[in-house]
């Protein structure tokens, strides 16, 4: 008599997801996915990134599970940078499923501080009179 193995397959039946979306330059998004496997074997997660741009990739924390935290890079571009999420869900036994989606990242404030005030002379200036200009 023969014996087939039982079919196995991995399922994601939710996600991948991130909060916030968009997420600030260098701020925390907690992601999740949720995977299923029909033999009930315990799965294995590996997230990537992969940023436009040129801004970096970011960290992950606990990114070998189903709800990592991923600190996103720097985007000191000044407009809002793409990072494609990816997660690969393995069973250990060769089969997988992946799936991906955009987390944007906006990108930093670039404020400018004025340090000290602009010069003239001579000072005090009489009524009517001419002043000469010049920065600090």
Known sequence: QTVN??????TITAGPTGTPNPVASAGNVAMTVTATDTLNRTLA???SATCAGGIGSGTFANGTTATPSWTAPANLSGVSRDCTIAITVSDGF???QSGSYVQAVTAAPN?????????GT?????????V???PR
């Open 132 to 134: 000469r200009s010049s």
């Open 5 to 10: 193995a039982a079919p196995n397959a991995i």
């Open 45 to 47: 997660y590996a997230w």
């Open 94 to 96: 060769g089969n997988t």
């Open 122 to 130: 001579p000072n005090p200036v009489v009524s009517a009179g001419n």
């Open 111 to 119: 404020p400018i501080t004025i340090s000290a005030g602009p010069t």
